[in-house]
């Protein structure tokens, strides 16, 4: 989404940012090798829907990994549907669906984090192809620049609670 995202601001006078008008879109569905930490896009400016998993879905299977594919998956209604399911299976992907509202368990939810705070973040874009190459050139960039910086961040590392008490009233 082409708005403003503010770092940090703190003023005893009003400030106006600078913020674009309209509503233009630029999706990116994405999706991370947990052990290459490589990553595949389908971009558009309309909507993700099931067609555009079917793209993704293709990409991967492109690269050739040469193992099987085990595509990890939120809760989308798009990404549930029998169309993409019938294109995983003719492709060999087997689909994992995570429990609804646990974004915390998808690392690519990590990258878009790191995306934002490297594009967004106290940044104005004053024309959409800008916004739209600095994301893309982010994107880019994950495998060479970044790398390191990614490198802990999409470590596939979750907390686990071994000894959990259940607090009762």
């Not at 569905?29 to 067609?51: H, K, P």
Request: aromatic share 12%.
């Amino acid at each position: 989404m082409l708005a403003p995202f503010l770092g940090f601001l703190w003023s005893l006078v009003r400030v106006f940012i600078k913020a674009p008008a309209g509503r233009q879109r630029f999706n990116v569905l994405g999706a991370l090798n947990a052990c290459t930490q490589e990553v595949v896009t389908v971009t558009n400016t309309s909507y993700i829907n099931a067609d555009s998993v079917c793209e993704l879905l293709g990409k991967i299977v492109a690269l050739g990994v040469g193992a099987p594919i085990t595509l990890i998956l939120d809760n989308a209604r798009y990404q549930r549907c029998h169309k993409v399911r019938a294109r995983a299976d003719e492709l060999g992907i087997e689909l994992l669906y995570l429990p609804p509202y646990s974004p915390n368990l998808n690392l690519i939810e990590r990258l878009w984090k790191f995306v934002k705070k490297k594009c967004l973040y106290s940044t104005y874009y004053e024309q959409f192809e800008s916004f739209q190459a600095a994301i893309t050139d982010c994107l880019s960039k994950t495998n060479t620049e970044y790398r390191k910086e990614l490198e802990t961040l999409l470590a596939p590392n979750f907390q686990d609670f071994k000894k959990v008490q259940v607090l009762t009233r």
